[in-house]
């Protein structure tokens, strides 16, 4: 009777300690879409069951280029880099051989339901999706699911994703057997069970039972398994794996384990194939219906590339008179003196005199009605001015304001060969164009993409005001970015285009925001959006993404803007502006910054650049009054409309 009682109580014991154990998120951990409606969920992190709500664990990441030293590590981790190198007996300094396992202690605790570690991660090119930040840059130690999640709401300045890291506290029955601290293990090709086991001195029934695997479970890479530990773990405990060998190749036991199969615990791990197919035809589903999606709405909007006759486009111009002059085609010839060369500014803009008031005239050849008819909505001091327009015989000619200094392009040229621009001056630059994108987005009806935003379509006019030109390829769109209209016709200029434009022909003014960071770096380091380096073309924004993830980015920025740098105060605001367009490159158009959110951080870097630069001179009363007058300036030019 006792002896029944006894196994009573330790059946019990034994259910509820494995219930109370970490589910195996299988393939789920891979799939974006999971949802924990319905309970936690393994797809996400380790649910919080533990004995406390927050201990020390620890995770295991092979190093892999680009993350492969304790700087990088740490900085991925947010791991101290002093404690990283003495877990893993290096110097501070270190770099690790490829595929080296390093140890990288956490500190976990219960957010909601689940464990998490945090992070953050500055997204460059080469991670462009929650998907390839979870399973290639951490291997599998977040989650695509959990990072969405995170990253829902608020979107941190900087593209600076927020990563909780899988890990989890012991749970009592963890702790009564002795198990003081759980690893979080990345699977990897050619791991089995046994080798596991045997490296981190650990029974294989109990990691078996710490994932809740049943067994010969499958297990997949950029996966994760947990590993009770008795003691925290050394150097003695990892291993550096060799190359996986070509995927191809569907993953085979390398040799047979001899100790385990009698057990018969264990099990390859390996991709299954099934699970990449489907994958592969999830992925090809959404492509296609995209794709249909796409043909549709350019079917629907193909008149819109029809030609406008003439006509309607001057009843349109009459209808605005009183704003948009119609000129004769003798008074452009006469204040152009018949567009002589004298009066050329360059290809086929001329400058003229219009009753004593210099104006630019742009001939053109082509339909010019959605540019006028864009160009005669909008009113701001940082939209170039249309003054009127001609027609004669098919040629439009159209009179807009004129701009002394030139395109921005021409003036950082200049720039470079003299000296560099005060940075107040580029910030203003660059307050001048966001605001009148600011604009263009926000207070126009319906809402206006510019498309073509780059450094040379911005003119700056005798006081280095800079105004946004040049609107043949703008046309209206949506403001959100969920009904985003979509074109076949993807034109615009390479190293400003963002890749949902180029890649799906999404037009959203997200693609001006992306266009605006590539002029904010060309302002920021006077290079052009595509340059040489190294006898290769490079884009702008490609190689200031990768100087913003080194460890000493300020330093490798100054060097990048001008190579003779010693070091100043000057190059944090540098950095500060590159950060403001490192967030307009971020990937998703729905979670990239709009025009408000970028004026507004520049101009909190102006006025911090301006009290910095009162406190050398002395003299406070210039810095308040350079920042009234920026807000000032943000005011739309109302009196331009009633003129
Ligand atoms: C594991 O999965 C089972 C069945 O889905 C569930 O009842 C249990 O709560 C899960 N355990 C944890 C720790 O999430
Ligand atoms: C994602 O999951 C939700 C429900 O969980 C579903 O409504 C939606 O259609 C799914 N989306 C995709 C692309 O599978
Ligand atoms: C740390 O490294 C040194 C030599 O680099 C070695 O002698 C020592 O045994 C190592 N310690 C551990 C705990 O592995
Ligand atoms: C981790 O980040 C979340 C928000 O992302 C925060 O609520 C939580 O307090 C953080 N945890 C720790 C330990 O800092
Ligand atoms: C079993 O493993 C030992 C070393 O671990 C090895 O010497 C032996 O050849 C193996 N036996 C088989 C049958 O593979």
């Known amino acids: 009777m006792d002896q029944f009682v006894l196994s009573l109580l330790i059946l019990s014991f034994l259910t509820s300690s494995t219930f109370a154990q970490q589910n195996y998120s299988a393939n789920s951990a891979l799939d974006c879409n999971s949802s924990d409606e319905t309970g936690p969920s393994p797809a996400f992190l380790y649910t919080c069951n533990g004995q406390s709500k927050s201990c020390e664990a620890f995770l295991i990441f092979k190093s892999q280029p680009s993350y492969d030293s304790v700087p990088a590590i740490s900085s991925l981790t947010s791991v101290n880099q002093d404690e990283l190198a003495r877990i893993n007996n290096v110097t501070r300094l270190s770099e690790f051989p490829s595929n080296k396992e390093v140890i990288v202690p956490v500190y976990c605790s219960c957010l909601g339901q689940y464990y998490q570690a945090n992070t953050t991660f500055h997204a460059t090119n080469d991670h462009t999706t929650y998907y390839a930040v979870a399973s290639q840059a951490y291997e599998g130690l977040s989650t695509c699911a959990s990072l969405k999640r995170a990253n829902e709401y608020g979107l941190e300045f900087g593209v600076e994703l927020q990563v909780p890291l899988r890990c989890a506290c012991p749970t009592s029955s963890q702790i009564s057997c002795g198990k003081s601290y759980l690893l979080t293990y990345p699977v990897t090709i050619g791991d089995t069970f046994s080798s596991i086991a045997e490296r981190f001195n650990v029974g294989v029934k109990s990691i078996i039972d710490a994932n ?26 990892t291993i550096i794996h060799k190359e996986p060998p070509n995927v191809s190749p569907p993953p085979l036991p390398s040799r047979p384990e001899n100790r385990t199969s009698k057990k018969k615990l264990y099990e390859w791990i390996g991709i299954a194939a099934a699970c990449s197919l489907l994958f592969l035809s999830i992925i090809l ?51 152009t003196e018949n567009f002589s060369s004298k009066h050329r500014i360059k290809g086929s803009v001329y400058w003229g005199e219009f009753g004593g008031e210099m104006l630019a005239v742009k001939k053109m050849r082509r339909d010019v009605s959605k540019e006028v008819n864009i160009l005669k909505r909008i009113n701001h001091f940082n939209l170039i001015k249309l003054h009127g327009v001609c027609e004669n015989l098919g040629c439009f000619y159209l009179v807009f304001e004129y701009m002394k200094n030139g395109s921005l392009r021409e003036w950082l040229a200049g720039e470079r060969t003299e000296n560099h621009g005060s940075w107040s001056k580029r910030i203003k630059i660059a307050l001048d164009v966001a605001n009148g994108l600011y604009y263009l987005h926000s207070f126009t009806e319906p809402a206006c993409v510019h498309k073509d935003i780059k450094s040379s379509n911005i003119l ?15 046309r209206a769109a949506t403001r959100g970015t969920a009904n985003a209209s979509l074109t076949k016709h993807v034109e ?75 070091g100043s105060q000057e190059i944090k605001f540098a950095l500060r502006l590159a950060r403001v367009s490192l967030a307009c490159f971020t990937y998703e158009p729905a979670r990239r910054p709009g025009m408000r959110e970028v004026v507004l951080s520049l101009l909190k870097i102006q006025a911090d650049l301006e009290k910095s630069e009162s406190l050398k001179v002395d003299s406070v009363d210039v810095a308040v009054r350079h920042w009234c007058s920026s807000i000032g300036e943000t005011n739309w030019r109302a009196e331009a409309i009633s003129k």
Not at 214 to 237: F, G, H, M, V
Not at 324 to 335: P, Q, S, T
Not at 460 to 474: E, T, Y
């Open 285 to 335: 589903a959404i492509l296609l219906l995209l794709r249909r999606e796409k043909r549709n709405k350019v079917l629907e909007g193909s008149n819109e590339t029809g030609h406008v006759l003439p006509e309607d486009l001057r009843v349109e111009i009459a209808s605005f008179e009183q704003i948009l002059k119609v000129f004769g085609l003798k008074e452009v010839k006469k204040a």
């Open 212 to 237: 809740e695997l049943e067994e010969n479970p499958i297990i997949y890479p950029d996966t994760t398994i947990l590993i009770p530990l008795e003691a925290k773990p050394t150097t003695s405990n």
């Open 460 to 474: 700056l006019d005798g006081n280095l005001r800079a105004k946004i030109a040049n609107f043949s390829l703008a």
């Open 492 to 566: 615009g200029t390479r190293g400003y285009m963002a890749p949902e434009y180029v890649q799906a022909g999404q037009v959203t003014p997200k693609i001006d925001v992306y266009g605006f960071g590539v002029v904010l770096l060309e302002l920021i380091t006077g290079k052009d959006a595509v340059f040489i380096q190294d006898g290769r073309e490079t884009l702008l924004s490609t190689a200031i993404v990768s100087i913003l993830l080194k460890e000493n980015a300020e330093f490798e920025l100054g060097l990048f803007i001008n190579p003779s740098f010693v």
